[in-house]
């Protein structure tokens, strides 16, 4: 992955106070991750963060807003996946840079600047669903939310009923007197 500078935010020359940096995500920034566009084609989004910055800690607020290209799961097309992002980045100051937890990093007193290239990708992943539908089937999913549980084939012919007490083969009786 090529680095792009542009994310970078200079934590070491920031004042302590609130900042404000803005972003816009085009197919470069997707690029930077995925070349061939696999996971996302291209998007157009704007990314507003906001840095507040204390002695011991920097709150980093991400909101990003706008629209990905994604690959429909059913029919293979292209649309436009709305999104609209909050998510908060705690950023404290320790011994070793590391990663605490999802949302808590922990970087030097010596760390000049913090790469926030990453942590937008990874909002915006974590944002995508997990089944992507163009939205002219998106009303059928709605519709009926058990339809994936709905059996669609069955080699038992109509009418017929499963028997329980009559297994298809001797050797399932046995086993099931195992208990």
């Known amino acids: 992955m090529k680095k792009d500078p542009q994310f970078d935010l200079p934590i070491a020359r920031l004042s302590l106070k609130t900042h404000h940096f803005a972003f816009e995500l085009g197919r470069a920034f997707f690029e930077q991750f995925d070349p061939k566009g696999e ?8 990314a507003d963060v906001t840095l507040e910055k204390t002695e011991r800690l920097i709150t980093l607020d991400f909101h ?10 059913r029919s293979l097309d292209e649309y436009d996946q709305p999104l609209d992002i909050t998510h908060q980045l705690l950023v404290r100051y320790g011994d070793e840079p590391k990663e605490l937890d999802d949302d808590v990093l ?10 926030v290239a990453q942590h937008l990708y990874d909002y915006i992943g974590l944002a ?6 163009h939205p002219r089937f998106q ?15 069955s080699t038992r012919p109509k009418g017929e009923s499963p028997d329980d007490d009559e297994p298809a083969d001797p050797r399932w009786a046995a086993l099931k007197n195992l208990n």
Not at 128 to 133: A, E, F, I
Not at 141 to 147: L, N, R, S, V, W
Request: proline share 6%.
């Open 39 to 46: 996971f996302i084609a291209d998007g157009n989004l704007h």
């Open 139 to 153: 009303h059928e999913a709605d519709e009926d939310p058990e339809a994936e549980t709905k059996l669609i084939f």
């Open 128 to 133: 995508l669903p997990m089944k992507r539908l």
């Open 106 to 115: 922990q970087v030097t007193p010596e760390t000049l600047t913090l790469d």
């Open 64 to 73: 990003i807003v706008g629209t990905v290209r994604l690959t429909c799961d």
